[in-house]
């Protein structure tokens, strides 16, 4: 009831908090510092997240939540550093209950951190060094609560499949019998959020196009803990890419893909013997699409990703979803996304085949309102089915509270 | 060369709508902060393709501003705030209540302009540099305007929309001449920032200079 009336009080504040030059504009401010003649620039900043889950379990996507009214909150700082026109540093960190929202305990994790220098002024050439968001796709651009239209991830960024990163099955009947859908963090998905893996990458513009290529530690599908330099090194490298055409501004196409073994070191024990973790390896094909013209932004990916899993063979799955988002008002905007991903078949080991997941489709609707430059408060509510096998269905509501400084 | 008009218009910015009235002169010198904010950081951390380039400084400057009761203005006009290299270009834009304000996107780039200020809240969308016609907002309400870019968080400007035809931007040090005034007794103002503006009281005779400082 207390968190209630403060949020109340908040949101009553925010909404006279309109003054060009509020607190948290005098804050950007203040947390802008400079040096050597403005060649050196930090700036820090952040995000305020207050979320709140109410949902079916078991819980959708990554989800890790056993209580059907889940409070979320999380604080996100980011640190950027401009040094000349060349250099580039950007850290993120974050005090939550986990990478993906959960009933568990706080915990403060550096998410992000790079280094980035661009040598030309064209842009034609960049070189990044650190732990950062993958290059696949085109969601990461709006992966942040600030800038995505909804509270959760595509389905295909975040539903977990039968592929478990810990343990090869010892079966094809053990691959697919032994998915449980509550059992989150002992299964992946095809990719898992922004992918925030370590390693470098290149990138830059030529002409119309644009191209990123990546090297790094783990496959798109690892999990978190994977991502650190220190947990996984670089035995068993990814590589993703993505080739960008831009006719115009309105249009934005985009060709990724991505090859890397997707094993945890502990699986090791559990291969075939003779063969290791490099053997079986996670590729994705991705395709993307995006376009915006004055309120109106829609973006789609397709991807098409084949999972080398030890006793089965290759588990194929394919994914998509549409999104747009639409400015009603400069300060209400709505959102529909169309998720969808479908599971091939693999040899069942009696002789027959069987469907390795359960295909399944998703509707999120979510509206916006932006009380302030630095305040938004999102509602979302999705809708998911399986299309194949119990056909179980799902409800999510939730809902986000954003403060930006 | 269309930038260049651009600066030096805001820079000189007076209106004289009745030049048979406008005789007295007054000048001075406004005493700016001495210490500014320092140029802005731009977020890149999800852009593939980044350009390198320092963005411009914003040093601080004043509007001064002759308040009092006039006729709102009679012919239409048209200012243009334009977006460059990831700036807006003027940064400050003082205006008559009624003025049109055009946006021009010059970068190649999208950019979307919008103002939750409530003096005009408006958001222009996405749009592209060869937008036509260019993207623009009347301002009616008299009152401080603040610019920002849905894209580009680092952004910000700011329009000050006033009810009163004589006004001017002062140099960076502080200096300012308007001239074409109309004789009488007024309020002369200083806009320094949305916190702070300084006022004097004036007695304008035709013909003469007046010379105020506003400490």
């Known amino acids: 009831m207390k968190l209630l009336r403060g949020l109340a009080f908040f949101l009553a504040c925010t909404a006279y908090a309109t003054e060009p030059d509020d607190f948290l504009d005098q804050l950007d401010t203040a947390l802008t510092i400079a040096a050597f003649h403005d060649n050196l620039r930090l700036r820090l ?16 996507g990554l989800i890790d939540s056993r209580i059907d009214n889940l409070f979320n909150p999380r604080l996100t700082l980011f640190l950027d550093a401009q040094m000349g026109s060349q250099i580039y540093f950007f850290a993120q960190s974050r005090l939550d209950r986990g990478f993906d929202p959960s009933d568990h305990g706080a915990q403060v994790r550096l998410d992000e951190y790079a280094l980035r220098i661009t040598p030309w002024e064209d842009g034609r050439f960049t070189l990044q060094v650190g732990k950062f968001a993958t290059v696949v796709g085109n969601f990461v651009p709006r992966h942040l609560s600030w800038d ?38 002992e299964f992946n998905p095809v990719i898992w959020g922004p992918s925030y893996a370590t390693g470098i990458s290149v990138s830059g513009r030529l002409g119309r196009f644009d191209y990123a290529a990546e090297m790094k ?10 991502w650190s330099a220190t947990e996984t090194d670089f035995d068993h490298p990814s590589f993703n890419a993505r080739l960008g055409f831009r006719p115009n501004q309105i249009w934005n196409f985009g060709f990724s893909a991505s090859d890397g073994a997707y094993f945890r070191p502990e699986a090791e024990p559990t291969l075939p013997r003779g063969r290791g973790i490099g053997d079986f390896r996670e590729l994705v094909l991705g395709q993307d699409a995006s376009f915006a013209w004055h309120h109106l932004q829609v973006w789609a990916e397709f991807y098409e990703a084949r999972f080398e899993v030890p006793q089965v063979g290759d588990a194929d799955t394919f994914a998509y979803y549409f999104e747009a988002k639409y400015k009603f008002t400069p300060q209400l905007f709505g959102a529909l996304r169309w998720n969808q991903q479908l599971f091939g078949n693999i040899n069942s080991g009696v002789g027959g085949k069987a469907r390795w997941g359960q295909d399944l489709g998703r509707i999120d609707v979510a509206a916006g309102y932006r009380f302030t430059p630095h305040t938004q408060l999102k509602l979302q509510y999705s809708y998911q089915q399986q299309t194949t096998g119990p056909r179980d269905t799902n409800h999510l509501l939730a809902a986000q509270f954003t403060v930006r400084f | 060369m269309h930038l260049r008009v651009l600066v030096s218009v805001s820079a000189i910015c007076i209106f004289a709508p009745n030049s048979g009235l406008a005789e007295a002169i007054v000048e001075g010198r406004v005493n ?43 012919s239409h006009s048209i200012k243009q705030v334009a977006q460059k290299d990831l700036a807006f270009l003027p940064p400050l834009l003082p205006v008559q209540i009624g003025t049109t304000v055009e946006f021009p996107n010059l970068d190649d780039t999208y950019h979307n ?15 592209r ?22 894209i580009h968080e680092h952004m910000r400007g700011l329009i000050l929309v006033l009810n009163t035809p004589y006004f001017v931007i002062t140099d960076e040090s502080g200096r300012f001449r308007l001239s074409g005034l109309p004789a009488g007794h007024y309020t002369l103002k200083a806009w320094i920032d949305s916190k702070t503006t300084r006022e004097q009281p004036v007695e304008l005779k035709s013909g003469a200079t007046l010379r105020t400082d506003f400490p």
């Open chain 1, 45 to 60: 900043s952040g995000t305020i997240d207050l979320e709140g889950y109410h949902l079916q379990q078991p819980a959708p």
């Open chain 1, 217 to 226: 530690n783990s496959a798109l599908s690892s999990r978190p803990e994977s």
């Open chain 1, 148 to 185: 995505n239209p909804f509270i959760n991830a595509p389905l295909v960024y975040e539903n977990i499949t039968a592929i478990s990163d810990k343990a090869a099955p010892a079966s094809p009947q053990d691959f697919v019998g032994s998915f449980e859908a509550d059992a989150k963090y």
């Open chain 2, 113 to 127: 302009i919008f103002s939750y200020s409530p003096a005009k809240r408006f958001d222009l969308g996405r749009y």
């Open chain 2, 32 to 74: 700016l902060p001495k210490s500014h904010a320092p140029p802005p950081v731009m977020a890149k951390r999800y852009e593939i393709v980044t350009n390198g380039g320092v963005l411009a400084t914003k040093p601080p400057l004043a509007v001064v501003y002759l308040d009092g009761s006039f006729p709102t203005a009679t």
């Open chain 2, 129 to 150: 540099p060869e937008e036509r016609p260019i993207p623009s907002v009347v301002f009616d309400v008299a009152g401080l305007v603040t610019l920002r870019c849905d």
